[in-house]
């Protein structure tokens, strides 16, 4: 069974960083694409970015150019590196997992960003 545990969220003002991390188990994450996804209070769930198993990643709109994502196959983790945040980044932050059959989820880290 895959189990994700997100940590690093937290209250930061504008303008400031977050590092956000998943750490993996109960997978063969080197062969496993990961992804992060926030959820901005009520509103829907939206992608952040995705990391597949060689490396390559794909940021949406909302994190090109300020987010960077990163994995450590070694520490089954990936990293999410949150720079010049700003109010609208405050949401639940997901850590998702494939390996090719579905989604798992981790339980979510907390992120606000305050004015």
């Known amino acids: 069974q895959v189990q994700l545990m997100e940590s690093g969220g937290g209250l930061v003002q504008a303008g400031g960083s977050l590092n956000l991390s998943c750490t993996a188990s109960?997978?063969?994450?080197?062969?496993?694409?990961m992804a992060w996804y926030r959820q901005p209070p009520g509103k829907e769930r939206e992608p952040v970015a995705i990391?597949?198993?060689?490396?390559?990643?794909t940021y949406a709109n909302i994190a090109k150019g300020r987010f960077t994502l990163s994995r450590d196959n070694t520490k089954s983790m990936t990293t999410l590196q949150m720079n010049s945040l700003r109010p609208e980044d405050t949401a639940v932050y997901y850590c998702?997992?494939?390996?090719?059959?579905?989604?798992?989820w981790g339980q979510g880290t907390q992120v606000v960003v305050s004015s």
């Open positions: 998702a997992h494939t390996g090719g059959s579905g989604w798992n």
């Open positions: 990391i597949t198993m060689g490396g390559s990643t």
């Open positions: 109960g997978t063969d994450f080197s062969t496993a694409a």
